[in-house]
């Protein structure tokens, strides 16, 4: 019996040692980690292959002991094994992020861009490896097409390699990274029909003209069938899940198979295992409910076994320290540098012919001499086709890793540079400066259903709109990127056909609902454009910034979660952060808490949400002093305009901390600015019977909490300012107490559950403050 254990044990070794290798294991695991850390700011490929280099022959590998333990003789069917699978899965992965319709809607300015930097790169590569005819790889050089196969390989810049560096740069949401984007996508576009015709011509140059013929034709069979096929079967099964509903997991193990089986046959025919799972990718459904959950099934085993493997086994190829490595390196760097240069050149003077900005053409064409594992990947099926051997293979794939490594950092700064002047040169708008144009242009932001109805009544109630002050409406759909690599913000009409069939869904509810909502105001002039964002929610508020730059809004509404059960809501709460840190225009942080009254004046089914009754709104402010004070009674005493909105608003004079960093001058002055204020306020709405005002004196907390209370508990919505001046005892005991930065003291107080108005919503406004030049 233990014999038979050990026999079955002894055979699962030699089929499958690197399962069984802890050591193995762990150095996966350490790749892993090197993937996922940022190294001297380059980007996470570079430090992969370092990693892989160090565990290699370089360094740990030199030692015969450790080399024998990491690596066995029968491991080596596991590693060619690991490495395929590494790269069938990773270029379905990446095929299943591209955004087709970059491609096929592509201007003339992108398309010549985007070939005048390839045909640069092509040329300067080719005529610099045929002048040195091979140089220092002369012996390691097994075929003669190595001479066109390496600047073929390198006038390209595809997406794959692109789109996660500029994610890790947070440029992806950029107008340049967008812009960029696309010049990768036609780049691999190109690229992939290049590719396969000269693999096709090849075939034909060493077998003849007939068999290259049968060679392509089987290649476009290969193709043929997905478009033709598994195509409409995919659009069948997408079409037939419901709102909400997940794809089953037969169907994506399915696919994933037929994946692995494409790719074989694509190999078996002679045209390798890089391109069909590419194209087969982007025929499926980007986004939800297919194309996010192969992403979820494949990516953890992906990026925590096979990736990982795959640049453990890579960097085992060949040592530093060789002869022959570092003149290889030596050789592959000039080549590459060369190639580097041309995709510069043609892309920075066609962009300048365009007249794209000098620090944007410079940038851009440094992004675009970026390479990423695909690079790493086509690389290393030349050596699977006997095109060069092992240390040459290796020697390209540093001098890539260290180009890409010098170009990070020169984007990064040029980058930064670039938003810098941005920053400063455009002008966002207060509510304050809103008064002198005339117009209230107000932008609200939703990234789900459940705050609709609460920012249907508060447009409702910020309307007020006449001839000569008209209200503008922006609505903004925020969608986390999730099965998608290009990220999109376009008027929400021109996008729709391009988002994820349960995204729009989702979104057609809740644009309707605000379109019907503004029919009904329309005699009161209310006009409203939609937008939709989909990026990563770390770079989303880029995307706010644009919308309202462009927009010229003055008040911008976002809702907050500030308890986190989803994960939406804890990358929305980072989505607020990043937008109170540069917010382009007043900011109001809305905390939706309407579902919790027990008889609430607002809709209560989602899916009714287009249905609005009789319009009642009962608001409470307080008002403390400071600039966003007086912004937050700036928007209420737009509110107060509508007859239908009553106000009770409560001012609380504090008790000075003169032993504070304030002094009593600077008190003074602020008290007085503040009383102008209150002044002011009151004059204009005295005359209206829906406002009610008091002031009362505080001198501690349990005073100010008094007051609060008196106010009473019936309110749908409490207003306050985020920010108070630091001259107050009471404000800094109550600061102890807060727990939600983004809402402020007061904000997080009436959010509490521990406050007597049970399910009002609250609203925390923070005015814009210009940035210093």
């Known amino acids: 019996m233990t014999s038979n254990v050990d026999e079955k044990l002894d055979r699962l070794d030699m089929c499958v040692p690197g399962l069984r290798a802890p050591p193995l294991d762990m150095a996966a695991y350490l790749l892993w980690k090197a993937e996922n850390v940022s190294i ?329 001499c970026f390479k990423g594992i695909n690079e790493l990947l086509i690389v290393n099926s030349w050596r699977h086709f006997n095109v060069i051997d092992g240390p040459t293979v290796a020697s390209v794939e540093v001098a890539m890793m260290m180009v890409t490594a010098i170009a990070t950092p020169l984007v990064r700064h040029l980058a930064k540079r670039s938003t810098m002047v941005v920053t400063t040169t455009c002008q966002g708008r207060s509510l304050e400066e809103s008064k002198l144009s005339g117009d209230f242009r107000l932008m609200m932001c939703v990234h789900d259903e459940d705050p609709v109805p609460t920012l249907l009544k508060l447009l409702e109630a910020s309307n007020g709109g006449t001839k000569t002050s008209p209200t503008n409406v922006c609505l903004l759909h925020l969608v986390e990127l999730a099965g998608h690599s290009a990220p999109i913000l376009a008027p929400y009409k021109t996008a729709a056909v391009d988002t994820p069939p349960m995204c729009h869904r989702r979104e057609e509810r809740t644009n309707r609902a605000f379109e019907n909502q503004v029919d009904q105001m329309g005699a009161r002039h209310v006009t409203l454009s939609s937008f939709i964002s989909i990026s990563p929610y770390k770079t989303m508020h880029l995307d706010i910034y644009t919308v309202a730059m462009d927009k010229k809004v003055c008040f911008l509404i976002l809702p907050f979660h500030k308890q986190t059960k989803y994960a939406h809501e804890r990358t929305g709460q980072l989505l607020v952060r990043n937008i109170l840190r540069e917010a382009p225009c007043s900011l109001g942080v809305l905390l939706d808490r309407s579902n919790l009254r027990k008889s609430s004046v607002l809709v209560p089914k989602r899916t009714d949400i287009h249905q609005i009754r009789r319009f009642s709104f009962k608001v409470g402010a307080v008002f403390l002093g400071g600039e966003d004070d007086q912004e937050a009674l700036r928007y209420v005493s737009r509110m107060v305009e509508n007859p239908d909105v009553s106000l009770h608003l409560l001012r609380c004079c504090l008790a000075p901390n003169y032993d504070h960093r304030h002094g009593a001058d600077d008190r003074e002055r602020e008290r007085l600015l503040d009383d102008k204020f209150i002044e002011d306020f009151r004059e204009k709405t005295m005359q209206r019977g829906n406002v009610v005002y008091r002031e009362e004196s505080v001198g501690n907390v349990g005073e100010m909490m008094n007051s609060f209370r008196s106010m009473g508990a019936d309110f749908d919505l409490m207003i306050v300012g985020r920010r108070h001046p630091a001259h107050s005892f009471v404000m800094d005991v109550l600061s102890e107490w807060s727990e939600s930065v983004e809402l402020g003291v007061l904000g997080d107080f009436f959010s509490s559950s521990d406050f007597a108005i049970d399910g009002a919503s609250v609203l925390s406004i923070q005015k814009y403050k210009r940035p210093s030049s």
């Open 40 to 368: 001297w700011g380059n980007p996470s490929v570079y430090n992969s292959v370092l990693a892989g280099v160090i565990i290699g022959p370089t360094l740990l590998g030199s030692y015969e002991g450790f080399d024998n333990l990491l690596f066995p003789v029968p491991g080596q069917v596991l590693s060619s094994t690991l490495r395929s699978l590494a790269m069938i899965y990773y270029l379905f992965v990446e095929g299943l992020k591209q955004d087709t319709h970059v491609v096929t809607h592509a201007g003339k300015k992108e398309l010549i861009i985007a070939l005048n930097g390839i045909l640069c790169s092509f040329l300067l590569c080719a005529c610099f490896v045929f002048a040195t005819k091979g140089g220092f790889l002369q012996e390691s050089i097994q075929a003669k097409g190595f001479i066109v196969y390496l600047p073929l390989t390198l006038c390209f810049s595809v997406s794959p390699a692109v789109q996660p560096i500029l994610e890790e740069l947070g440029l992806l949401n950029s107008d340049l990274g967008r812009f960029s984007m696309s010049l990768s996508m036609l780049n691999t576009a190109v690229g992939t029909v290049v590719a396969l015709t000269c693999r096709s011509v090849g075939v034909g140059l060493i077998n003849g003209r007939q068999f290259m013929i049968y060679n392509f034709l089987i290649i476009c069979c290969l193709h043929v069938f997905p478009i033709a096929v598994a195509q409409p079967v995919i659009l069948w099964i997408v079409r037939r899940v419901p709102e909400g509903g997940k794809v089953e997991s037969g169907v994506v193990v399915s696919i994933l198979l037929l994946t692995l089986v494409l790719a074989g046959v694509s190999d078996l025919i002679g045209s390798g295992t890089v391109h069909v799972p590419l194209v087969f990718a982007t025929l499926i459904p980007a986004g939800p409910p297919l194309g996010s959950a192969l992403v979820l099934k494949i990516n953890t085993f992906l990026h925590f076994f096979l990736i990982p493997h795959f640049y453990l086994f890579n960097g085992r190829l060949f040592s530093l320290f060789d002869a022959q490595s570092r003149s290889s390196i030596f050789f592959a760097l000039l080549a590459i540098l060369a190639s580097c240069l041309g995709k510069f050149v043609g892309t920075l003077f066609t962009a300048k012919y365009y007249r794209i900005p000098h620090r944007e053409s410079i940038t851009m064409g440094l992004i675009l």
